[in-house]
């Protein structure tokens, strides 16, 4: 079976443009995450979905950032406009509940798409 | 306040010794789950283990082990006869079950083994 999917798997852009990163969870999950990773701040989490529904985005940094999952398969996380300080390795990771228990389930990462903002 | 503490930022040791990283979480709910991840330099997360709070049993796979105490909110991973291909960064996460499927990531423990 295919893990998580996303791209692209680096990135290069100028200040003031917008980025959209894509994730494909794995098939049958209805948790999807996204997360921030860099050396200062370490794995933070930014939005949640579950079933295609934006369960948490508190960690959302600010309003550059959105998120949206139109299908169960599919979602995206943009940034517009863009700033070097938004340089990290955005991760996208899926799960399912066991069983429809409330339990968490282990997440399953995605490779990681690298963002250079220069 | 930090919910998974992972104070060995990090740590070097030689091919074949053996090497224990520290996680220390912090929690109020009688149900929880505790992860490892590990993060080679390739840059992917690859988890290696999930347990829940009810479970203290030590677990063992191959040259990896976990010892899980409740009673000093450990929960602390073992590697046997290290290898090169141990080096990467090691994350404990901790998940409530109150606060559904939201994971809190430890800092970190950067390993490399020295051949």
């Known amino acids: 079976d295919a893990g998580v999917i996303q791209s692209p798997r680096h990135e290069v852009t100028e200040m003031g443009q917008e980025v959209t990163l894509r994730c494909k969870p794995i098939?049958?999950?209805?948790?999807l995450f996204w997360y921030r990773q860099t050396m200062m701040r370490g794995l933070e989490l930014l939005i949640y979905?579950?079933?295609?529904?934006?369960?948490?985005d508190s960690g959302m940094p600010e309003d550059r950032f959105s998120a949206k999952m139109p299908n169960a398969s599919f979602s995206t996380l943009k940034i517009q406009p863009s700033e070097p300080r938004d340089s990290a390795v955005y991760f996208c990771?899926?799960?399912?509940?066991?069983?429809?228990?409330?339990?968490?389930?282990?997440?399953?990462f995605g490779p990681g798409t690298r963002l250079t903002v220069l | 306040a930090q919910k998974v503490t992972q104070a060995q930022t990090e740590i070097s040791v030689v091919e074949k010794e053996d090497v224990t990283l520290d996680c220390v979480y912090e929690?109020?709910?009688?149900?929880?789950?505790l992860f490892w991840y590990k993060q080679p330099p390739s840059g992917e997360l690859v988890f290696l283990i999930r347990?829940?709070?009810?479970?203290?049993q030590n677990e063992i796979s191959g040259r990896y082990s976990w010892n899980f105490q409740k009673s000093t909110s450990s929960f602390n991973f073992t590697i046997t006869a290290s290898q090169v291909v141990d080096s990467a960064v090691y994350f404990c996460?901790?998940?409530?079950?109150?606060?559904?499927?939201?994971?809190?990531f430890g800092t970190g423990t950067s390993l490399t083994v020295i051949p």
């Open positions: 990771a899926s799960t399912v509940l066991a069983g429809g228990a409330p339990s968490p389930d282990t997440q399953y």
């Open positions: 996460a901790l998940s409530e079950e109150n606060t559904g499927n939201q994971f809190y």
């Open positions: 347990r829940n709070s009810f479970d203290e």
């Open positions: 979905f579950n079933n295609n529904v934006p369960i948490d």
């Open positions: 098939s049958g999950h209805d948790y």
């Open positions: 929690t109020r709910d009688t149900t929880y789950y």
